[in-house]
């Protein structure tokens, strides 16, 4: 199926690039000798995690249950949901899937390593536990290198769990005490830390650097290597994603109207909303819930109703969370239309 | 089913705040003498649709073709597309519905015109059409009385088109002389002006006065009219919908963490982010992708891991578009669970 052959607005992306970008991670991690945990928040779809496994990432990351639950069903075997899971429905779902799959989970209060344990001791199982530290987020995480030697105690002592290790985010190289105090209080308790684990694409050095074993990184996917490391603007030869639109109207001169707004890019003012391939001098205004609105004042082309158009979005993950379908292609053939598996797993 | 066994984060509606907001609008708008044409972009539900045309709605309307599509495999039969159609396979599926349902389908150019006229032609069916004029919203729209008239004329002199009347976008008084005239042109050519759309929620004075015979509103259904005549904040007596939350992480006196984030209440920055009933006092300050950072500082409550909160998203109808459901709910009973069926239908 040629690309023209797509209904718009049409959410595709370039499996070429994407390939290059699963690629180039995995050879950075590998050459840092960092474990690459993909963060699999960035495209919810199971055969793209496998990619990623089959080229060199340890395992994936889900921040929701309803994810892991998804990559878990397609085959995926080896888990991490740095996320809190709390309340009965969820540890029951959440020892599901640790029974058929190496699950870690994080926790950062007793409560709630109590509560996966109770549940884990009723269904026979072990679910392992690493411990979020807060180093600089002010999100989750205990506060404490003493906080976190506590609870790792605590996790030591509930059946049904195996503590592994902790989790930082993000991996500032300001919180390298906090991190190393805390591997150091629950080793000197007799606790082995397994799994150290730092979090976010473009921060795999810093992660190796404060001596992380693994790294949770995800963009990558959707924006390279080079756009990371150059912060350069959104670019077609780096970003595989791109939103296929049609003009549907051109009522001015200077203003042309493309058949997808703030539902179908996630986009919110202020701009910018994205870059449009075909002609970067046009520039996405505004949008409406279902329009985006197109300044094409300084274009020499004319635009007519009907054209079709090629733009990056700006939240590229946001973006996909929006659309049941994510059209790869390979030039201008669709190679594959997946659906996107684990959106709208909110729980 | 009690509300408290919803795992989270659950969207719910309050059944009684949403029939009562659906009773009140019909009956501002037959106070008015005005057809109320129900958006319902707003749900995307088939059966709140029914609910509104029950209490007096003439139709609804879909901001886009896939949306349509469900409402009419639902049953609903009069249905305002206030979009242009364009592309072969749009015109298609638009023919289609055509041919089950009543379906009117606005342009605002000769080339949409055409290709919906060339599609009903070849399929033996016949399209009603009305003239979106641009009254201040520059987003699509003729853009004078002369160009709309024009495009009447050739509207009538295509085959498979049935000429209906005209809409405008906003309602603003400011437009009177621009739609008055366009009438008086389009009327002067022999062709009767059968409708005439004004739209907007808060809007429905305004259209009347101008001499529409209809209103598009739409997101009264969730606001409440006691809301949108005094600009009041998001309130639980006003507004029907929650999305009912988890703490997973109390990681000091001052911060909670909740299980929804920007993934759950279509928020992005800045504040605020939504209206917390059981702690008012409590504020959101921030949303990452999935969590919700609460500040609590200047609540005497001592919160814990666990607790359920039901918070009002400000972008309710945004939030909406993130659910595959939503929990309609009396009192502390869930009665209904409804899938968002027109979700995702960004086609």
């Known amino acids: 199926m040629h690309i023209d ?8 992306a370039d499996l070429d690039l994407m ?9 950075h991690c590998r050459n840092l000798d960092i474990g ?8 919810k779809i199971p055969e793209i995690a496998h ?11 889900c921040q929701k249950l309803g994810e892991a639950e998804v990559m878990a069903a397609a085959g995926i075997e080896n888990i ?3 996320y809190n899971i709390v309340g009965p429905r969820k540890v029951e779902r959440l020892t599901r899937v640790a029974k ?14 109590r509560g996966i344990s109770d549940q884990a001791e009723k269904d026979g199982c ?5 411990i979020e530290l807060d180093t600089g987020t002010q999100r989750c995480g205990v506060q404490s290198p003493e906080a976190a030697a506590t609870l790792a105690e605590r996790i ?3 059946r049904g769990l195996v503590f592994k290790g902790v989790m930082i985010f993000p991996s500032h190289p300001e919180a390298r005490d906090f991190l190393a105090e805390t591997i150091e209080r629950i080793t000197g308790k007799g606790i082995p830390v397994e799994i150290i684990s730092g979090g976010g694409t473009g921060g795999e050095e810093n992660s190796k650097a404060m001596g992380c074993t693994e790294t949770r990184s995800g963009s990558y996917i959707w924006e390279g290597m080079e756009r990371l490391s150059t912060s350069a603007m959104l670019n077609p030869e780096r970003c595989p994603c791109r939103m296929i639109c049609t003009v549907v109207s051109a009522p001015t001169p200077d203003r042309i109207i493309i058949d997808g707004g703030m539902k179908t890019f996630a986009s919110y003012p202020p701009t910018p909303y994205g870059h449009i391939i075909e002609h970067p001098e046009a520039q996405i205004y505004g949008m409406s819930v279902e329009h985006g609105h197109v300044d094409v004042s300084r274009c020499a082309h004319r635009f007519k109703v009907g054209e079709r158009l090629s733009v990056i979005p700006l939240h590229q993950e946001m973006a996909l969370n929006l659309h049941d379908e994510l059209n790869g292609v390979r030039g201008d053939q669709v190679e594959v239309i997946w659906p996107v598996a684990g959106r709208g797993r909110v729980k």
Chains 1, 2 share one sequence.
């Open 36 to 43: 690459l945990r993909c963060h699999t928040k960035s495209h």
């Open 5 to 12: 052959e797509l209904d718009t607005p049409a959410y595709v």
């Open 100 to 113: 058929r799959t190496e699950i870690i989970v994080a926790v950062d209060d007793e409560i709630t390593a």
């Open 19 to 27: 390939e290059r970008n699963i690629a180039s991670m995995a050879e």
């Open 51 to 61: 990619w990623q496994v089959k080229a060199g990432a340890i395992g994936i990351c």
């Open 126 to 130: 072990r679910v392992n536990v690493i």
């Open 80 to 82: 991490l949901i740095p």
């Open 156 to 158: 030591t002592d509930l």
